[in-house]
Nanobody, 127 residues
Framework: QVQLVESGGGSVQTGGSLSLSCAVSRGMSSAYVMGWFRQAPGKDRELVAATSRSGVYRYYDDSVKGRFTVSRTNAKNMVYLQMNSLKPEDTAVYYC????????????????????WGQGTQVTVSS
């Protein structure tokens, strides 16, 4: 099964930036739709960004549109999440996840479910 390891979390002030990375091993990243989820204390895990296998198609939750950018380098088996203009409500544990299903070009988001997960990395934004 594919293995995912996140890095790059930390603490910043409001308006700051952080860049998260996800290293994919035991499989080719190009075989998977990749997503970034987050879970804040007391809240459900939510999908904030995703990218199709080729990286051509991208999905963003409305709460992060214009501030976050998801990208991938399949040759290096890496997926990234650049987070700018961070807000306190972005505080959460961020998870990288892999999905072997297809991408819905009509809906602009992944199909199926994400079945492989990283261990998560904490992002804290202070006001």
């Amino acid at each position: 099964q594919v293995q995912l390891v996140e890095s790059g979390g930390g603490s910043v002030q409001t308006g700051g930036s952080l860049s998260l990375s996800c290293a994919v091993s035991r499989g080719m990243s190009s075989a998977y739709v990749m997503g970034w989820f987050r879970q804040a204390p007391g809240k459900d895990r939510e999908l904030v960004a995703a990218t199709s296998r080729s990286g051509v198609y991208r999905y963003y939750d409305d709460s992060v549109k214009g501030r976050f950018t998801v990208s991938r380098t399949n040759a290096k088996n890496m997926v990234y999440l650049q987070m700018n203009s961070l807000k306190p409500e972005d505080t959460a544990v961020y998870y990288c996840a892999a999905n072997s299903a297809d991408w819905s070009t009509s809906d602009g988001k992944p199909l199926g479910t994400f079945s492989s997960w990283g261990q998560g990395t904490q992002v804290t934004v202070s006001s």
